[in-house]
Every structure is written in C-alpha cells, then in structure tokens.
C-alpha cells in the first residue's frame, strides 16, 4: 500500500512558477517499488484527467506538448518524493494536479506512461489556479 502526497498548489499570474511536491509513503512492514513509474496528471471539473509527464526509474521522461518546454519532472529516490517544476504558467495550466505510481511497466517513459489506466495508486491532488 502505497500513499501519496502532494502539495505545492496555490494562486499565481500569467507567467508565474510553481512547484509541485509528491510525497510517497508505505505501510510499515511494506516496500516501495524499486523500479517504478511516476506521474503527473491533471484534471478540470467536466474533462476527461490529462497526463503531464511522467518519468521512469530509468530516467526516461515524457511531457504532454502542452507543458513542455515549460515543465520539468524530475524525483528523488532517496526522498521518494517526485517533483513538477512548472515555469512560464498560463491560464489553460489551471486545475487539480494529481500524482500517480506504479510499479514500472514497459513503455512507462512513452506513451504508455500517459494513461491513467497503468497506475496504482493516487494522491488527493493539489489545486493550481493561474489568472490572467
């Protein structure tokens, strides 16, 4: 059993940076994966959860083209704490981002890494709110 933990969120103008922080924890007695995939995905009140990034333990990385360039994912396996540094921010960026984890599957750091289907476990998410 695996829980996580975000927190980060808040209120920022066009153009502002934010940084996300997902703390992973387990049930003592438990392991977390030792080869796992992350993500960051996000969701606005009547659409469908859209993937950010996410990175694997190999170090592959994938952003939705929305954010890249503009975003950067990145973890500390020491901390089990995964990381969204989100830069340059615009109002289309609003909405409640959410971490998820699994342990690592093939294509984790592609495509496949995008669908929310191939998680296992989420966190509550935090709120993100960019005004023009």
């Known amino acids: 059993q695996v829980q996580l933990v975000e927190s980060g969120g808040g209120s920022v103008q066009a153009g502002g940076s934010l940084r996300l922080s997902c703390v992973a924890s387990?049930?003592?007695?438990?392991?977390?994966?030792?080869?796992?995939?992350m993500a960051w995905f996000r969701q606005v009140p009547g659409n469908e959860r859209e993937a950010v990034a996410v990175i694997a333990t190999d170090g592959s990385i994938r952003y939705a083209d929305s954010v890249n360039g503009r975003f950067t994912i990145s973890q500390s396996n020491a901390k089990n704490t995964l990381y969204l540094q989100m830069n340059s921010l615009k109002p289309e960026d609003t909405a409640t981002y959410s971490c998820a984890t699994a342990r690592a599957f093939m294509g984790c750091g592609g495509p496949s890494g995008m669908l929310p289907q191939g998680y296992t476990y989420w966190g509550q998410g935090t709120q993100v709110t960019v005004s023009s």
């Open positions: 387990v049930v003592p007695g438990t392991a977390y994966y030792s080869t796992r995939c």
